[in-house]
């Protein structure tokens, strides 16, 4: 069961990142683990200037609340602990302007339904 679900979520988030550069983002980093959190994607977007840290969450039925829904305050919290400790790591983006997306994905995780919500939430919100 554990390796299926890491294959589907490699998966998805391989999905999500296709998607993200044919939508004009560019690589920066994937699965960047720091203590305490992990960032599925971190994206520079060229047009608006920002680092992206990128949330990949997938349901199989979206009827059960879609993935934005379960980013709730802790993961929140973690995300941006993880965001300020690859800030500290890659000093080159530190002054760069930042936000957090989310992608959400369902169905078949080899070709999963995305939606991408931008700025799905501040740091400074947490």
Do not use: I, T
């Not at 294959?7 to 296709?18: P, T």
């Amino acid at each position: 069961m554990a390796v299926d679900r890491r294959g589907r979520g490699a998966a998805v988030e391989a999905a999500a990142r296709a998607f993200l550069l044919k939508s004009g983002l560019a690589d920066v980093a994937a699965n960047a683990n720091f203590r305490g959190g992990e960032l599925d994607l971190v994206m520079w977007d060229a047009r608006a200037r920002s680092l992206v840290f990128v949330e990949v969450r997938y349901r199989r039925d979206p009827r059960f609340g879609g993935g934005a829904a379960s980013v709730d305050a802790a993961k929140r919290r973690k995300l941006v602990h993880a965001a300020q400790s690859f800030l500290l790591a890659h000093p080159a983006y530190a002054n760069a302007a930042c936000r957090f997306d989310v992608v959400e994905a369902d169905g078949d995780p080899a070709a999963p339904r995305l939606n991408w919500l931008r700025d799905a939430f501040r740091g400074d919100d947490v």
